[in-house]
């Protein structure tokens, strides 16, 4: 009876994870389909979040509209997929969604055994913590014997055992499955600390009862860097990934805007000719139209532009460039020749 | 297909393919085969795609190191030391004992509610039927959710703590109280409490017998209590004044962000205890009272002209003809119970649900192993839980002469 039963759930799950994984060739099922699916978060500021209309706006959510620019031509053609941390991955691996651009952290295992991949870091990012100001705490090392709220599933919570570990401090973890649940319970009062990626402290703040109560540590516990992640197996469709992220770089490095494009095209730059499309076929050989980083541009910008716009000055996040900025400026962001 | 030929001699032989027992075989066989093979397209199939996407696969995951913590622990666990395999067994002890403890408050609540519906007092049958009523038509999640943010969680911060004296302290980290050390003289009392029990059920069977010869009723519950309680705080007294100590207790006092020391009992496991507790109770109070409708007038009435009290007719007379139909049903909200605790996963209390599909699933990615084992833990629980109450049931049973 009882192997009988896990047998019948096994079939299940199995015969659920079929249909999604056999997809080799993503781009041509999205392409039948007519839209993208995007993993996004449940409600991030700054990176994936609807908005009071219910039109999805951040970072991330417009690295899966300039995929949709890139392939349709429409920015409009994705459905967005709210997912918790701990489900967004079984969601990619079992074929609910085709990308997942949800503030999700790259590391070794996760590529190696989840079968994912994680073609390009659109925001690098660390762990931080936030405390309550009367607590009259100012350092990450004087959080010993204090609850810390934190939503599992994540690397957070690794790095949180382990950064009180290597400190030799005693804490006490209340995990959460959803952001959401996780930021009311520290701001109801369970938890002394909140623990997130850096980015995440200054969107989530902007939720708290009373955002100037709460401050957050200088500390910066990890590498957190975050990026799109697709299954393994599918090279094109992690190339067209990888690409969307290069042109928004590049095109930001070249000085190519939303607004100047299309004067752009008529450039004697030879980089600038191969990004639009002008020269070469770079387009096609992914499968997409020779115009598809013009497509992008048009629609969502280059990278700073979206930065500014969703996180930087231009947004209410106010988050400085730092290590997000091109590497000509001395940040981290660096994007691969299109030649 | 063939027929049979008309002109064949007597006797008449009908076709095989006519034959109810032949055809019976032939479906029953069809069924098994199709549902194999269907089990095996399905499981070949996950094998071959997972190991075309390269997820990783096995059971060997159980054995890597954790890394993260886990805020209610039974074992000794630590992010640094342990296996997913020990965070498995830390959530599934959580399950256990919240469903444990909450099966033993559900069933007296329930009875106690179930036998109040019942009652001649207007007030108290109304009271009783409101709280049915509202308790079971509201969902669970809910219920839960209230308990955990608006009753709980209003509780004043750690610096605010309230005192309820002997050491015992509230607050929004949840329930803090001494916890007890014991010194190498904790035999004494130990012996003292075997004593007071095997005392008092040599009482009993004593009293019984007494009453059987004799008609004489004896105090059993009153002298249980004084041999099982009384009795080894007695021996306490004497050795605490003689100067031996057996047990001491750390008291919680104030650290720098909470209360250090002591034991705690978190707020998501008493949010969750209360919330399975009443949820289930006014379901079992509905059980309790179908089942002792279901006793016929006249066996109160009977006992009434005996000279039993009310009291005494309920327990002696009417419960145990009602168990018979209580039991079955209240198995299945047993059941209910243990399952219904996987909603910790709403409120942060570690369940196996939590830890489990929730953190190790997530940090190995390993969907389809962690889900089997997860169901298959659950099956396990609820099966063993019926078997025990079938042969409890067995025992209530009526006796057919």
């Known amino acids: ?339 | 297909m063939q027929t049979p030929s008309v002109s064949q001699a007597s006797p008449p032989k009908r076709s095989f393919l006519y034959d109810p027992n032949v055809r019976g075989i032939f479906y029953q066989t069809l069924l098994v085969v199709v549902v194999i093979y269907l089990f095996y397209m399905a499981a070949t199939n996950a094998i071959e795609n997972l190991r075309r996407a390269k997820i990783a696969s096995g059971f060997g995951f159980l054995e890597n190191t954790a890394g993260f913590d886990i805020s209610q622990t039974l074992i000794t666990y630590s992010a640094a030391g342990s296996t997913y395999g020990e965070a498995f067994v830390v959530g599934l002890l959580n399950t256990l004992v919240v469903s444990a403890i909450g099966i033993v408050f559900a069933t007296i609540l329930g009875f106690l509610i179930g036998i109040a519906r019942l009652s001649s007092n207007w007030m108290v049958r109304k009271v009783s039927m409101v709280y049915v009523e509202l308790l079971r038509n509201i969902p669970l999640l809910l219920q839960l959710l209230f308990w955990y943010i608006a009753v709980l969680g209003p509780l004043p911060q750690p610096r605010n703590s309230v005192e309820m004296g002997a050491g015992f302290f509230l607050n929004s980290r949840g329930l803090f109280m001494p916890r007890p050390i014991y010194a190498s003289d904790i035999w004494v009392l130990l012996t003292a409490i075997a004593v007071g029990v095997v005392g008092s059920l040599a009482f009993r069977t004593w009293a019984r017998r007494q009453q059987a010869q004799t008609g004489r009723q004896y105090p059993v519950g009153l002298v249980t209590l004084g041999l099982v309680l009384g009795l080894p705080v007695a021996v306490w007294l004497v050795l605490a004044v003689a100067g031996a100590n057996p047990i001491s207790f750390d008291m919680p006092r104030k650290g720098t962000f909470n209360l250090q020391g002591g034991m705690q009992i978190l707020p998501e496991f008493v949010a969750l205890l209360i919330g399975l507790v009443t949820y289930t109770a006014a379901f079992i109070a509905e059980v309790v009272r179908a089942g002792i409708l279901a006793v016929s007038k006249g066996q109160s009435e009977a006992a009434g002209s005996l000279g039993l009290r009310p009291g005494q007719t309920l327990r002696l007379v009417v419960i145990p003809q009602a168990m018979r139909v209580i039991v079955p049903p209240l198995t299945s909200q047993y059941l209910n119970l243990t399952k219904n605790s996987s909603l910790a996963v709403a409120i942060g209390y570690p369940d196996l649900v939590q830890v489990f599909m929730g953190t190790v699933l997530n940090q190995t990615g390993q969907a389809i192993e962690v889900v089997v084992i997860t169901m298959g833990v659950y099956l396990t629980i609820s099966l063993l839980t019926s078997f025990v109450m079938n042969i409890y049931n067995r025992r209530v049973a009526i006796v057919e002469r």
Not at chain 1, 47 to 55: C, E, I, L, S, Y
Not at chain 1, 113 to 136: H, S, T
Not at chain 1, 184 to 197: I, L
Not at chain 1, 268 to 288: H, Q
């Open chain 1, 1 to 339: 009876m009882k192997k009988a039963l896990v047998s019948i759930a096994f079939g299940l799950t199995a015969s659920l994870l079929a249909t999604g994984a056999s997809a080799q060739a993503t781009l041509n099922s999205v392409k039948q389909k007519g839209f993208l699916t995007c993993g996004s978060n449940t409600g991030l500021a700054g990176f994936g979040v609807p908005d009071a209309q219910g039109n999805w706006t951040g970072l991330d959510v417009e690295f899966c509209r300039a995929m949709a620019a890139a392939i349709f031509d429409d920015p409009t053609k994705v459905r967005f997929i709210p997912l918790a941390a701990k489900d967004r991955f079984t969601a990619l691996q079992s074929g609910e969604v085709d990308v997942l651009a949800r503030n999700s952290t790259a590391t070794m295992s996760r590529e190696t055994q989840l079968g994912l991949d994680f073609p390009a870091i659109n925001y690098y990012d660390g762990q931080g913590f936030m405390v309550r100001k009367k607590l009259g705490v100012s350092s990450a090392k004087e959080l010993n014997g204090a609850s810390i709220c934190t939503q599992q599933g994540t690397t957070t919570e690794l790095n949180l055992a382990d950064y009180f570990r290597a400190n030799n401090m005693k804490y006490e973890v209340v995990a959460f499955a959803t952001s959401d649940e996780t930021f009311k319970a520290y701001d109801s009062g369970r938890c002394d600390a909140f623990t997130t990626d850096a980015s995440g402290l200054y969107a989530e703040r902007l939720r708290a009862s009373a955002p100037d109560d709460h401050i957050v540590l200088p500390e910066i516990i990890s590498k957190e860097p975050l990026g799109p992640a697709v299954r393994h197996g599918d090279n094109q469709w992690g190339d067209i990934v990888k690409f969307t992220h290069m042109a928004m770089l590049n095109a930001e490095e070249l000085g190519v805007t939303k607004a100047n494009v299309e004067q752009m095209k008529t450039s004697d730059n030879p980089e600038i000719k191969r990004l639009l499309g002008t020269e070469g076929k770079f387009g096609e050989a992914v499968g997409l139209t020779n115009d598809w980083a013009v497509r992008i541009i048009k629609h969502i910008g280059n990278y700073g532009e979206s930065f500014e716009r969703n996180v930087g000055e231009g947004s209410r996040l106010k988050i400085k460039r730092g290590q997000n900025a091109l590497w000509t400026k001395g940040g981290l962001q660096y994007g691969i020749p299109i030649r």
